[in-house]
């Protein structure tokens, strides 16, 4: 009996469900035209239907490229399963501005998901040049 119970706890815990986490990150904020960045996905379950999003002013070079990381833990007598699916593209930006990414969509036992949105700032090649436009900050930029 007391082996039946203690399959059944862990029968529970891999059936139990996180809340779904799926975000969009990027590797740069800002960009120069025609400089590459990555554009991460990243789902904390197993889903079906991944479905990116138009990227308008963003040209794609590579992707997607997927890798999957997944860890059962046992600690003091609980077990925790974690799994990370990461979706990675690279683009590379075709037009000056303010862009933003909009959300992909993935289906997690019927029930549409979206990402974050995401900003990106493309840079004109004139403000590549230290020598010149001193005067001139790119604001709301992290990672520049």
């Known amino acids: 009996m007391k082996h039946l119970i203690v399959s ?7 059936t139990i469900q996180a809340q779904v986490d799926f975000k ?4 740069k ?3 120069m035209i025609g400089e590459p960045f990555a554009v991460e996905y990243k789902v904390n379950q197993t889903f079906d239907n991944f479905t990116l999003p138009e990227f308008e002013n963003f040209k794609l070079i590579s992707g997607p490229n997927t890798s ?4 059962i833990n046992t600690v003091n007598g609980k077990i925790t399963k974690t799994i990370l699916v990461i979706y990675t593209y690279y683009f590379k930006a ?11 969509e993935i289906i997690i036992d019927g029930k549409n998901i979206y990402s974050n949105t995401i ?17 001139k ?7 520049l």
Do not use: R, W
Not at 24 to 27: D, L, T
């Open 29 to 31: 904020d800002a960009v």
């Open 24 to 27: 969009a990150e990027i590797s």
């Open 8 to 14: 059944l706890f862990v029968i529970c815990g891999f």
């Open 137 to 143: 900050d790119i604001k709301g930029t992290q990672k």
């Open 68 to 71: 999957m990381q997944q860890s």
């Open 94 to 104: 075709v037009n000056p501005g303010t862009h933003t990414i909009q959300p992909a």
């Open 119 to 135: 900003d990106v700032i493309v840079i004109d090649s004139e403000y590549h040049d230290p020598n010149q436009h001193k005067g």
